[in-house]
């Protein structure tokens, strides 16, 4: 079954690669404003990057493999060598536990990727925090007068030769300005501390002109932005390469034992269980249901293949034909 290994692992690394060329032309689309304007300096946009770049990895892993996997055992179908290896006494089981080197070898990437960077697993705040203070590091040194934006909070360093960088932010809800000297953010963004503050309001149809100095200042009440996943590092790269290990498994027996041999089935088998798994995810990071949910997503990875190759190859039995007659599985 060498050839079929060599074949499975071109597919994977060809499907994996297409996945993640374009979650990485998405993320750049994403990034494009901050590399354009000056006053993002790249010190500050390349923690962002990095972290986009880590979850394309992963997401490409988790579709491209099994999606792989799943062409390649289609192409072994068509040419009838799964026939063969089953007439010489290999099972359905068999055929696809036989590629666990593909899978096994390119899940230790997705397991490497959990452990090793934790980014996703922060609150939000910590990480656009630790992007505020690469923005203030940035105006140390400066020769002359700059301005650097962080965009994800809508915050701007002002850098003077000499002197200490303030910040200035909107005031919440327009009208005016906020400079400081020190901005730290709650971890949830709904709240920050200022340090050495001056708040000016502009006067305005019903107020006058507004202008305080305060040495702290909290404010609390601010709309969230985004939130961290509610696994740790570890505990999402492990699931991850589970899922990897479930479905390229579950897709793999799926069409063996049926026999798919159309791309119009073995597509959808190799594709819909890792997709599935990505929004069932998404969804319970959002929610507030136990983290113990999560260990209970492989079990989709696994009944998907099965429920899409009996789905199609049941229509595909009662309504279509090849041109030699053979049902399409």
Same mark, same amino acid.
């Given at each position: ?6 074949? /499975? ?20 689309? $994403? ?43 289609? *192409? ?73 934006? *962080? ?28 400079? /400081? ?80 041999? $159309? ?11 890792? *997709?599935?798994?990505? *929004? ?45 007659? $053979?049902?399409?599985?």
């Amino acid at each position: 079954m060498g050839g079929l290994r060599r074949r /499975a692992l071109f597919y994977s690394g060809g499907t994996t690669g297409a996945v993640f060329a374009l979650a990485t032309a998405a993320a750049s689309i $994403r990034l494009l404003p901050w590399w354009l304007s000056r006053d993002v300096p790249l010190e500050v946009s390349l923690p962002f990057a990095m972290a986009l770049l880590a979850a394309s990895l992963e997401a490409s892993l988790l579709v491209g493999v099994p999606f792989g996997i799943a062409l390649a055992l289609g *192409v072994a179908a068509e040419r009838g060598e799964l026939r063969t290896l089953q007439a010489l006494g290999a099972s359905p089981q068999r055929i696809a536990a036989s590629l666990w080197p593909v899978f096994g070898a390119l899940s230790v990437i997705v397991l490497a990727l959990g452990w090793g960077w934790d980014a996703r697993s922060e609150p939000p705040g910590r990480f656009a925090q630790a992007l505020v203070e690469e923005a203030r590091t940035s105006c140390y040194g400066a020769t002359n007068p700059r301005a650097v934006t *962080v965009p994800m909070v809508n915050v701007t360093w002002l850098c003077f030769p000499g002197k200490k960088p303030k910040v200035a932010a909107p005031v919440p809800g327009g009208g005016g300005w906020i400079i /400081a000297e020190q901005l730290t953010l709650s971890e949830d963004l709904r709240a920050l501390t200022l340090r050495e503050a001056l708040v000016r309001i502009r006067a305005g149809a019903a107020r006058p002109e507004v202008r305080v100095a305060v040495h702290d200042a909290d404010l609390r009440g601010l709309p969230g932005w985004g939130r961290g996943t509610r696994l740790g590092g570890a505990m999402r790269g492990s699931l991850t390469a589970l899922l990897l290990w479930v479905a390229s498994l579950a897709a793999g027996y799926a069409i063996v034992r049926a026999g798919v041999e $159309r791309l119009a089935i073995v597509a959808p088998v190799g594709l819909l269980p890792p *997709v599935s798994c990505i *929004v069932a995810i998404s969804r319970l990071d959002a929610s507030s249901l136990p983290t113990a949910l999560f260990w209970c997503v492989p079990a989709l990875a696994l009944a998907m293949p099965l429920l899409v190759v009996a789905v199609a190859c049941g229509i595909a039995r009662r309504w279509a034909r090849g041109a030699n007659g $053979r049902a399409l599985c």
